[in-house]
């Protein structure tokens, strides 16, 4: 029998892909927005493709916003494009082992 594989929808470009090829974005308690490479971060969740213009999709769409239910600031949509950044560098740096 074929495993289960959990499927999530990305919030910038609505494209079904297996979880684990999505990356989480996460509203902390403490109201902090953050990416989540573990998935296991305590908070309410979205999940965007690994691709900055599904970021700049669901920014413009206000998707990230009402996902997260979270009004976000300047500051923090920044602070999201930095760590996009740095997850995609990094997986390509990874890939090339």
């Known amino acids: 029998m074929p495993r289960h594989i ?36 305590a908070g309410r969740g979205a999940y965007l493709c690994p691709d900055p213009a599904c970021l700049d999709r669901a920014l413009r769409a206000r998707e990230l916003g009402r996902a997260l239910k979270i009004d976000l600031d300047a500051a923090a949509v920044e602070a999201l494009r930095r760590q996009l950044a740095e997850l995609v560098t990094g997986a390509d740096a ?3 082992r």
């Open 94 to 96: 990874g890939a090339g």
């Open 6 to 41: 959990p499927q999530r929808t990305c919030i910038g470009c609505r494209a079904v892909r297996p979880k684990r090829e999505l990356l989480r974005v996460v509203r902390t308690p403490e109201g902090e927005v953050v990416f989540d490479p573990t998935g296991r971060r």
